[in-house]
Nanobody, 119 residues
């Protein structure tokens, strides 16, 4: 059973910073692309950023230059450094792990952590 546990969300003023983290214990971590998604009320879940096993990263246009995804393979942790936060960044942020074993794909989600940006 793959378990992803997010933490580090919260309420912050516009222009502020947060750094959610995702604990991903398990042997899958070394072969998984890890990602952060978010879902705002009334909107579809969208990809925020992902990072491959080789630490190549990809970002949504809306967060480029403000957010940084990173991973610590020894600790099996993924982080999302969020700077210059805007009200439109308000959402539940979900950690995601995806990987393949032979021809089978695996995709797992955390329970989410709430981020609210408001003055």
């Amino acid at each position: 059973q793959v378990q992803l546990v997010e933490s580090g969300g919260g309420l912050v003023q516009p222009g502020g910073s947060l750094r959610p983290s995702c604990a991903a214990p398990g042997t899958f971590f070394s072969i998984a692309t890890m990602a952060w998604y978010r879902q705002a009320p009334g909107k579809q879940r969208e990809l925020v950023a992902d990072i491959t096993t080789g630490s190549s990263t990809n970002y949504a246009d809306s967060v480029k230059g403000r957010f940084t995804i990173s991973r610590d393979n020894a600790k099996k942790m993924v982080y999302l450094q969020m700077n210059t936060l805007k009200p439109e960044d308000t959402a539940v942020y979900y950690c995601n792990a995806r990987y393949f074993i032979l021809t089978t794909s695996y995709n797992y989600w955390g329970q989410g952590t709430q981020v609210a940006v408001s003055s």
